[in-house]
Nanobody, 123 residues
């Protein structure tokens, strides 16, 4: 089993920045792509960003392009999400996820999930 644990959520004013981290352990392999999703109250869990094991490919939701940056440190089995120019619409619980196959933007394709970390952006 793979364990994923997110860190870095909190309260920030609009226009501010946060950096989320997700540390993997257990049977995690560095070849797994890693992905961030988010879920706001009453809404579906939505794709945010993804990165391949080597970092050669990244993918972002249109709503965060130009503001968020995903990266990973395979030596520490950690993926990061740098979030800049935050908006109230970014308020959600942010989850990291992993799978052994290629990147997918569909939450149901991911068997491994972190517990989530709350990001709240005030206006």
């Amino acid at each position: 089993q793979v364990q994923l644990v997110e860190f870095g959520g909190g309260l920030v004013q609009a226009g501010g920045s946060l950096r989320l981290s997700c540390a993997a352990s257990g049977r995690f392999l560095s070849t797994y792509p890693m992905v961030w999703f988010r879920q706001a109250p009453g809404k579906e869990r939505e794709f945010v960003a993804a990165i391949t094991w080597g970092g050669g490919r990244t993918d972002y939701a249109d709503s965060v392009k130009g503001r968020f940056t995903i990266s990973r440190d395979n030596g520490q089995h950690t993926v990061y999400l740098q979030m800049n120019s935050l908006k109230p619409q970014d308020t959600a619980v942010y989850y990291c996820a992993a799978r052994r196959l290629s990147i997918s933007t569909m939450a149901h394709d991911y068997p491994y999930w972190g517990q989530g970390t709350q990001v709240t952006v005030s206006s």
